[in-house]
């Protein structure tokens, strides 16, 4: 993999890198854990969001701000990296973009649904409330981002010459969309094709972070 010379306060972005790197593994095993501990919760019809209701609801908004959180600083790191290289510029705002929507995606919660938490009615909402109209905002933002950085990251990665990663970075943005889509039309299992989406999109930015901090 072609990396980058970082000469600009390198301690520093190695930091911000790290905090990038760190966001998927973070993300994954908080919001893994849940879904197999919580009880009532099943990822096949629940999605990792809905981890955020109930008593004990705060774990997984806490999640999304900390995640949201290194995001946002893993973006600088991005711009030091990427500075006056392709993606310099776009990488690191649609980092800084998908950090915010993580944010918002934990202030603003979803509505209790399908059985979960545990004595809530089966199937959706019979009216949605406008926080979790604006947690879907945040939440489409977010995946946005996240699929456009991995198609800019491929272009940076083919301008450097290195096709096999290039190849790899446009497929983790088209696992987002794919698993997004399934989502939207309500296809068999759409929890669990949207959180895979997510996570391969979000791990293939955390470890062109990791890889990044390497050179520095």
Do not use: K
């Not at 809905?50 to 995001?71: D, E, K, R, Y």
């Not at 399908?114 to 879907?136: C, E, I, K, R, Y």
């Not at 995946?143 to 983790?172: D, E, Q």
């Amino acid at each position: 993999m072609t990396t980058t010379t970082i000469t600009r306060g390198n301690a520093s972005t190695r930091t911000l890198l790290t905090a990038a790197a760190a966001a998927m593994p973070v993300w994954t095993v908080v919001a893994l854990t849940q879904a197999f501990t919580r009880e009532g919760f099943d990822l096949v019809r629940h999605p990792f969001s809905q981890l955020a209701t109930g008593s004990l609801g705060w774990i997984q908004i806490t999640n999304f701000l900390i995640v949201g959180s290194l995001l946002i600083a893993g973006s600088f790191g991005f711009r030091r990296a990427l500075y006056g290289r392709p993606g310099g510029t776009w990488v690191p705002r649609l980092t800084l973009v998908a950090g915010i929507g993580m944010i918002g995606a934990g202030v603003f919660v979803m509505d209790p649904g399908d059985g979960f938490p545990v004595g809530t009615p089966a199937g959706p909402p019979a009216t949605m409330s406008w926080h979790a109209v604006m947690h879907m905002v945040a939440g489409s933002i977010t995946f946005i981002a996240f699929a456009a950085a991995c198609f800019v990251l491929g272009r940076y990665f083919t301008r450097t010459g290195a096709r096999g990663m290039a190849v790899l970075s446009r497929l983790a943005g088209v696992a987002l969309i794919l698993g997004d889509g399934w989502a939207i039309t309500g296809g068999h299992a759409a929890s669990v094709t949207l959180a895979t989406g997510v996570m391969i999109a979000m791990g293939w930015i955390s470890l062109v972070a990791a890889r990044f901090r390497t050179s520095a």
